[in-house]
């Protein structure tokens, strides 16, 4: 009744940022909720349950544009996770009437991912089952994540580039590897011969919650100086 927190929590960061950076929320889909919570009673199964998350994640998204989030993620990682046995147009469907009342409003993206550190597939770690479908995403941007992956599918960004602005994960969440900003750099020039600068932007392959501290700000120290690096030699 009482939502899910996430107003709060943004609230609560805009008081303590720093003015100036544009500051984002996350909130999880109704699909990805309704994996956590088994089927039953009225509810025949789980797209049944999906459905009932609906309004309440749409409550969600309504009162953080209310209290000023201006860069809004819908994350549906399990929509990736199964994209390739479900019905995917009804999986574009569910999260398109859910953004429903926030588009316009907010600059939205969602997450297509494969698990932060902790997180292990379920399913074929490939983006080609999931497109052409997912590009009927109402988003502004979408994110892929490459990195864990070797930049497998690479090419796909091209696709979402005609349609959205991507993001793309070019550091992997699940290694401890450092990515030098040379690493960095290169990764960023491959991009670009897929897709062009003004709609790309650089990423971790997926949340860094569960990757430890000393590794997490080095490997964004990284990403941020790699991409620096391409930016100056671009000009």
Not at 108 to 118: A, E, I, R, V, W
Not at 191 to 203: I, T
Request: hydrophobic share 45%; glycine share 8%.
């Amino acid at each position: 009744p009482r939502g899910l927190g996430a107003v709060a929590e943004f609230q609560r960061l805009a008081r303590l940022a720093p003015p100036g950076p544009t500051l984002k929320a996350s909130v999880p889909g109704p699909y990805t909720l309704s994996g956590r919570i088994a089927a039953g009673g009225p509810y025949a199964d789980r797209y049944a349950v999906a459905e009932a998350l609906v309004p309440i994640v749409q409550r969600e998204l309504v009162g953080l544009v209310a209290a000023g989030c201006r860069e809004l993620t819908v994350d549906e990682p399990s929509m990736s996770c199964y994209a390739h046995r479900e019905d995917r147009p009804r999986l574009v469907d569910l999260f398109n009437r859910t953004v429903a009342p926030v588009v316009g409003r907010c600059r939205l993206s969602t997450h297509l991912c494969f698990g932060n550190f902790k997180g292990r597939a379920v399913a074929p770690r490939r983006y080609a089952p999931m497109f052409p479908d997912f590009l009927a995403f109402t988003v502004d941007e979408m994110h892929v994540e490459m990195a864990s992956r070797e930049l497998a599918e690479l090419e796909i960004i091209g696709q979402i580039a005609e349609r959205m602005d991507v993001a793309v994960g070019i550091v992997d969440v699940k290694s401890y590897y450092l990515e030098p900003p040379e690493e960095i750099a290169r990764r960023v020039r491959l991009c670009l011969q897929y897709a062009p600068a003004e709609r790309l932007s650089f990423a971790p392959d997926c949340g860094l919650s569960q990757t430890a501290r000393w590794a997490a700000r080095q490997k964004l120290a990284n990403l941020v100086a790699g991409v620096r690096q391409v930016r100056e030699q671009l000009g």
